[in-house]
């Protein structure tokens, strides 16, 4: 794919949000290594611009109405759902996920637009029986103010939809920046809101290749008011410093290490389908993904063998190409790193079952691997592989695997397969993760709380309970009645 059409987004740029000097950086198609585009690159002095056209813009947006901020969330829902097929086509194109897969996840960003436009209209206060008749005591919801988002590669298109369609429902003015290699669609994107009608400075897009000096201007800029962030926990960590200066609100969506559990008395072939799913969707690089899976000695033979043959059947290749179910890795440091995590395990005694190593000698293509015989003191059980390898653990305990579970400094997804009711209340009240998928191996919905604990994050993003996040409570007190 040459050239992805952006909607005139690139041209549009100054209008969306920023001035932008002669720097320029470069995106890739990581299936071919194709040039598809030239982008402005935007440091400091363009992010202040943006935050300073949302600071002017934000009075005005929350001052509307919650029924006009829905009309023009509608609005941009109904336009990405019409260009679904384009956008889809651009983020194959710049992250090389299956067509199938990128189709979709634009379907999950239009449904995260649908469900806050609805949202936006159900934002509530409270009343409060006052200790004194003289008294009347209330509660309002106000839009914190100018928020600034920063988005990972992984999925580019929905994570921009579920972080600032709850922003824009609560009435704030955001500032984006996009991941380097993937900031196409979310171009798109701005160019279809803007088209969808959101009036200037609300919405405001930074492109950059360094995204350090754009985040510390967010962080540090007194106008923005909350920093809402999606990628890895270390960066997570350091924007959460840089806030602390101010007592800036942050909402951290962060890395994960779910385990996904078999127990003896689970469906297998369910549970075969569920780990297929939960670990090579988008090639392993989800922060939900299974990255640890512990079967347990009853069914762990039937388990490995069934989900082994399964995944030999996973075709590799080109995200354009039909029956293509997984594409390449994001570049060449995530090969490097999975190629680390097999050679520790082996190195430990692990063994593999099926793929292990790069297809081709270009590109960025892995097999999808099964390891056996792990333990958890390999490197494969403890950090967060990010592609297509699935490290099989062999338990026999009940109990033990759920401490082993959550052994880690991540709460972000869990998974479990399970027929005895009383082992699944037991083990999910147990597991200390922020989202437990319960014989299923997909849960992510825009209708749902998506969030983690520890070290995975703070806040939810979706549901009811994402509006909240971008929502300041104010107590008024009114006496002398
Ligand atoms: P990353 O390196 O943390 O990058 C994420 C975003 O942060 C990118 O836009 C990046 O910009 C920017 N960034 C990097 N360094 C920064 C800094 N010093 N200050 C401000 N911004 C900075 O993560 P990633 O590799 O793209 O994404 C993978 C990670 O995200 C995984 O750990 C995954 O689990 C996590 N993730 C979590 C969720 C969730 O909902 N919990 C969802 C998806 C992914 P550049 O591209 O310009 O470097």
Known sequence: MKSPDLFGAIDRLPALGAPFGRRRFEVFNPSTGELLAELPDMGVEETRAAIDKAYAAQAEWAGLTARERSEMLWQWHQLIVTHTDDLAAILTAEMGKP??????????????????????????????????????????????????????????????????????????????????????????????????????????????????????????????????????????????????????????????????????????DAAVDGAVQAKFRNAGQTCVSANRLYVQSGVHDEFVDKFVERVRQLQVGDGFDPGVAIGPLIDSH?????????????????????????????????????????????TVAQEETFGPLAPVIRFEDADQVVREANDTIYGLAAYFYASNLKRVWRVAEALEYGMVGINTGRMSSEAAPFGGVKQSGIGREGSRHGLEDYLEMKYLCMGGI
């Not at 920063?150 to 994570?159: C, D, G, H, L, R």
């Not at 991941?179 to 405001?204: C, I, K, S």
């Not at 079952?353 to 390999?378: E, H, K, N, Y």
Request: charged fraction near 20%; proline fraction near 5%; charge should be neutral.
């Open 99 to 268: 067509l199938a897969e990128a189709k979709s996840e634009v379907s999950h960003a239009a449904a995260y637009l649908q469900w806050y436009a609805e949202e936006a209209n159900r934002i509530y206060g409270e009343t409060i029986s006052a200790p004194s008749t003289d008294r009347r005591m209330l509660v309002i919801k106000q839009p914190i103010g100018v928020v600034g988002t920063i988005t990972p590669w992984n999925f580019p298109a929905s994570m921009v939809a579920r972080k600032i369609s709850p922003a824009l429902a609560a009435g704030c003015a955001i500032v984006l920046k996009p991941a380097e290699q993937t900031p196409l669609v979310a171009g798109a994107m701005f160019a279809l809101a803007a088209e969808a009608g959101f009036p200037d400075g609300v919405v405001n897009l930074v492109y950059a290749s360094e995204g350090a000096a754009v985040g510390r201007e967010l962080c540090h800029n007194p106008k923005v008011r909350k920093i809402s962030f999606t990628g890895s926990t270390e960066v997570g960590r350091l924007l959460m410093r840089q806030c602390s200066d101010q007592i800036k609100k942050v909402s951290l969506e962060l890395g994960g290490n779910a385990p996904f559990i078999v127990f003896d008395d689970a469906d297998i």
């Open 334 to 378: 995530a090969l490097s790193k999975i190629e680390s995590h097999i050679a520790d395990a082996v190195g430990k005694g692990g063994a593999i079952r099926c793929g292990g190593g790069r297809i081709g000698r270009d590109g960025t293509f892995f097999q999808p691997t099964v390891l056996t015989d792990i333990s958890s003191a390999m």
